[in-house]
């Protein structure tokens, strides 16, 4: 990739570098509406990839009457098509809202201060969890909720997660419960289809959502990067934590500085083998910055 352009594939699967001044223009006014659209949009969707939609939305809309009566039907059509093009390279690059101020809360299960933590926090699929939680999960869980361990509780509980492995005494501190009755509802829990098993035994066990509640493939994720990084000797918990911490971009963009902690010669040798073994593409590259994200085979639709 040329250091500091945007890319653009043309019809033969290449790259287009060069652009036309009409479409230099054009270009120009789609980056200052999009700027536009951003800072007038309140209030934003808790959810990036519906701040996305409604973000794109609004442009179509912007463009729409910006130009109508302006420009032939042909042009227009041929800028909304470049619009779908132009898009992903930009929002990126748009000023992101702050987040409103949260209460002090205990890490997530399976968390901490070293924990991987991204902007997106968008891992698990809610309405999912939700609607299995007040379906099958109905018959598994206390009704009453007076109960310590209530559909309600769980699905907080398993959002805090973020997909990550937990162990039995993590639910039963959460909701005070002993751990024997945590082991029993965690079993029923995995029989229904919730939850995984990481198929060991003791102290070892631990649980985690079911790659159907997820918005990333992640049994396939963890079998891949596994694979791309043997050759760099990593150890074993050393690349569950990048698995955690790729999942829980849930295919957003992500600059390659914000890799958790080590060497830049170190993260450049990562990078470079999951990019080798199609888990991450590259999305914006200069000479001081790289831009990447999850590959969308990992995503589900």
Known sequence: MKPGYWTTPDSSGGQNWALPEGEKLERAMVAGLMLEVVLETTPWPGDPQDRRQLIKSRLRDSLVELLSGRITLDRFRALMHRLDQWFPFYYPLMPAPSPPPEEPRPYPPGGGPSAASTSSQTLVRRRCLKEWLEKPGSEILPHRPQRKLHPEGLQDFLQRTRGRWFRVK????????????????????????????????????????????????????????????????????????????????????????????????????????????????????????????????WLKE
Not at 274 to 292: G, I
Request: proline share 2%; aromatic share 8%; hydrophobic share 45%.
């Open 170 to 297: 993590e639910l039963a501190q959460d909701f005070d419960i002993d751990g024997k009755t945590a082991w029993e509802y965690l079993q029923k829990l995995q029989q229904a289809g919730l939850l995984l098993h990481n198929g060991r035994r003791s102290a070892a066990v631990r649980y985690r959502l079911a790659d159907s509640f997820l918005k990333v493939r992640l049994a396939a994720l963890e079998r891949r990067v596994a694979l791309a990084l043997a050759p760099a000797g990593l150890p074993g918990s050393r690349i569950e934590q990048l698995v955690e911490w790729l999942a829980a971009t849930a295919g957003e963009h992500f600059w390659e500085e914000s890799w958790p902690h080590m060497s830049a010669t170190r993260r450049q040798e990562i990078i470079n083998h999951l990019k080798n073994a199609a888990v991450l593409e590259v999305v914006y590259q200069s000479d001081r910055q790289t831009m990447l994200r999850l590959r969308r085979q």
